[in-house]
């Protein structure tokens, strides 16, 4: 069954950006369904101004459409009015290229960025007409799978689907879709094939578990249900990223999406060590591609697609080996061509004068920091390793260079902060203003404008502050509007994010199985694009929360102890707890931790690479 555009027309006119439900763009992959034996539609949860902003998301549809006998396709979140358009039609959630309904696909695959989505994670489901709870589905065929960030710890998602594919997706999920073909040529059961996947490096098969609490509500076991069944499930990592399926295409989407360029990928993983970060820890160890890797890339993105703007992606683009000789050879191919060149993500303590000059060639743009502190001994509690020093020479290059604009990236709750260091934030704002000042007249521009952001510190998942307590609402608007009066200047801008969307973030990033049902409650009471502030409502997860009897504050606002068996613990993400445990405790004392480039400090991620990673 598809849905035709003709008999769609009258219901497409009548909503918001029309097309965002059509597909049919430049760039986007047809087959003969009649050719292919796996359909796979990959669900991004949200709109697709959003989604089709997704670097990963452009990768695996490449690369499942690689597969001669695969047809991937593309769904995303309605927004309202088109939802209830569809609903009042019968019309199901379709996918874009071939426009049919998710309940006739072999896999739906969702990729799990934020916390936030899982409502719509279910919301999407239920317009797709398949049924929530893994137990329900039959067959092999809605072969639920989940992946992304989110999923390394899966378990307040854990009944809804049936499995999780832990880590990088590129080899294991054609692995996947080949399994499923091999199951069907040998007609065995459903079951027989989640045992089965439950085999393959990097995926959790969550019925094949069960789960069990003390009185006091913490978690007592997490043990397989079946013989066979790995107690533990090891993360899949890409070991040579010059060689991994990288797209030469890229669909040119009708309206603008939030990121509308070519976004080509440095490196994955981290040499930094910030105590606060997730990601740093997730995608160890670091690989990094070639710049003739990136630079080849690059320009056949840029030839197939016309983009004007390319940016350079990574979690520290400036620790990048090889960013000077890649920046000199890129801008050989954009400059003459009027080409925008942006790279984000840089570190404050290793920005050079030759590297802005370079970037900011092109056209100026605003330059972005995250301090992530005011104070030096926060710095130092986050192992953020940023001096006031590094900042102040970070920022005179900037001005010099023509750049007027500054944002810059905090965040406040974190462990052992005082009011004082709050007054630091509006301390070095102001410290900055001067650095403008203080520029030659003939080098800077006429005006000066410092956006702050600051955001609510959330407890992590495998980071070493996993174990910490966050703040609690109160505690927490409070220091927000203490941080607000103590900024007068009108050439500083604090904006800090809403501290209940930061609690209920907080609670689905370290829960477990038992925050499903709220999840369920918050779907079923309408809950979806909760990360769009007019869609959120804290008072229907407290209503929730409430109906299902869970305490939100168990999971959010309570400090555990290092020896506490944690939900995700059963996932090996390469760097050890012991590493965690040891990183902890040193952010109590405000001792840092050199980088990984300096020396090796014993996490353990090199050697899922055959590596050495000792202290």
Known sequence: MTYNLDQMRDLLLSVQKP??????????IMKDPEAVDIRVAFCFPDIYDIGMSHLGMRILYGVLNEQEKVWCERAFQPWPDMEEAMQKEGIKLYTLESRTPLDEFDIVAFTLQYEMCYPTVLNMLKLGNIPLYSKDRKGLEQIVVGGGPCAYNPEPLAPFFDIF???????ALPELTEKLRDARDRGISREEFLFEVSQMEGFYVPSLYDATYNEDGTLAAFTPNRDGVPAVVRKRIIKDLDKVYYPKDQIIPFTEPVHDRVTIELFRGCIRGCRFCQAGMLFRPIRCKSADTLVKDACAL??????????LCSLSSSDYPEIEKLVDQLIQYTEPRGINLSLPSLRIDNFSKELAEKITGVKKSTFTFAPEAGSQRMRDV?????????????????????NSSVKLYFMMGLPTETDADLDAIRSLADKIIGYFYDTDKEKRNRFIKITASVATFIPKPFTPFQWEAQDSREETTRKQQYLWEKVRSKQITVNCHDCRTSMIEAILARGDRRLAPVLEQVAAMGGKLDAWSEHFSYDRWIDAMDACGVDGNFYSLRKRDFDELLPWDFIDIGVSKDYLIREAKRSYEAQTTPNCAEQCNGCGANKMMGGKCDV
């Open 19 to 28: 097309a965002r439900y059509v597909g049919g763009e430049i760039g986007q």
């Open 165 to 171: 594919s832990i880590g990088e997706g590129e080899e």
């Open 302 to 311: 840029l030839e197939t697609t016309g983009y004007e703007e390319l940016s």
């Open 382 to 402: 986050i192992n953020k390793n940023v001096t006031e020093a590094d900042i102040e020479r970070s920022c005179r290059i900037a001005f010099e260079n023509g």
